[in-house]
């Protein structure tokens, strides 16, 4: 079991900028892979950025490319997981989550699916 804990988010101006992060606690092994996943209403998840715990790498979808940037601290007991939103769009706007699992493949990082457990979400809204 992972608990996560979402922070940040808000209401900003198109071509602002925002971070979030998210704390990972209550694990007996630390997840391998770690995720920010979007979702408006109608719409598909989406897997915007993904992290390797502990080094490994990084991906990206292609749409946040270039703007967002994923990082992530790690300590014997917590991973706190940092989403930097730069110029951001009104196409941005939804509910960002958190997530984890214990492994993800390379093949599927950016495949909400693969991804075990989730935060509450936090609201991100890009005004034009």
């Known amino acids: 079991q992972v608990q996560l804990v979402e922070f940040g988010g808000g209401s900003v101006q198109a071509a602002g900028s925002l971070r979030l992060s998210c704390q990972a606690s209550?694990?007996?092994?630390?997840?391998?892979?770690m995720g920010w996943i979007r979702q408006t209403p109608g719409k598909e998840r989406e897997v915007v950025a993904a992290?390797?715990?502990?080094?490994?790498?990084?991906?990206?979808t292609n749409s946040v490319r270039g703007r967002f940037t994923i990082s992530e601290v790690a300590t014997k007991n917590t991973v706190t997981m940092y989403l930097q939103l730069d110029s951001l769009k009104p196409e941005d706007t939804a509910m960002y989550y958190c997530?984890?699992?214990?492994?993800?493949?390379?093949?599927?990082?950016?495949?909400?699916?693969?991804?075990?457990?989730w935060g509450q979400g936090t609201q991100v809204t890009v005004s034009s």
């Open positions: 992290i390797y715990i502990g080094g490994g790498g990084t991906f990206y």
């Open positions: 997530a984890a699992a214990p492994y993800v493949p390379v093949d599927r990082t950016l495949q909400a699916s693969a991804y075990t457990f």
């Open positions: 209550g694990y007996t092994e630390r997840p391998n892979c």
